[in-house]
């Protein structure tokens, strides 16, 4: 395949702000440009780090923002009132409300923070119609139950991004109609719980991402990873599930830009 006919990739979470790469933002751009990753999303982890991040997100084409308060922060920015969410949210650049989600293997704050913290971005999320962005890890049944609390109140759309659950919670996040987003983690060799999942999710519900400037996917392990990388990782995904590289890419930037569907209408106009 030529460089002009490499089809387009999104790499729909990273972290621009963070070392590694807001150090480097130009150069990094440009090679994930080159690399073919034509779009991105710029998560945002603090409310005192959203200026940063979506002053990213005006100052380049392509980039998008969320807005959120990562379970690890649930304690630094206790008690982050919905109105903080809501009115950032209205940025014609904020695409999606996270990340947020329960994290109980490093248990950074207290879990009745986390779960507190969780539950005011879903119900962002419902109200703006923005996608909600979740984390977890080790935190399969808490973070189950309250998907479908929270559903039950009234819809809403999101991604469990960064994908590294039982085939169990994957068949939940599915049947309550959200996405499943593989990083590089899916390429490691030890991962084959994970690889096995990943052949079962429907490929019009698959996301890549980076997760940038963590999880360098082979052949990268031991770098500092950064958005152009999703190529690996979308050229492991679609080998691993017997399909084409176009077809895989296609496929997950299409499902990008459905399901963060204000960067779809923007895409669109432009």
Partial sequence: MSETDRPMLVDSHCHLNYRGLDDDLEGVLGRAQAAGVGAMLAINTRISE?????????????????????????????????????????????IGIGETGLDYYYDNAPRDLQRENFRTHIAAARQTGLPVIVHTRDA????????????????????IHCFTAS????????????????????????AIALQETAKTVPLDRL????????????????????PAFVVDTARFVAELRGSSFAELAEAT??????????AGRRHAAA
């Fill in 167 to 190: 085939q169990g919670f994957a068949e939940t996040a599915l049947d309550l109609g959200l996405y499943i987003s593989l990083s590089g983690i899916v390429t490691f060799k030890n």
């Fill in 253 to 262: 930037t299409d499902n990008f830009y459905t399901l963060f569907s204000k």
């Fill in 50 to 94: 959203f200026d940063r991040v979506i002053g990213i997100a005006r100052a380049h084409d392509g980039i998008y923002a969320s807005v959120g308060v990562h379970p690890h922060q649930a304690e630094e920015e206790a008690h982050t009132p919905l109105d903080a969410l809501l009115e950032r949210a209205t940025d014609p650049l904020v």
């Fill in 140 to 159: 399969d049944d808490d973070s189950a139950a309250i998907l479908r609390e929270e559903m039950e109140e009234g819809a809403f759309t999101g991604v």
């Fill in 207 to 226: 996301l890549v991402e980076t997760d940038a400037p963590f999880l360098a996917p082979v052949p990268h392990r031991g770098k500092t990873c950064e």
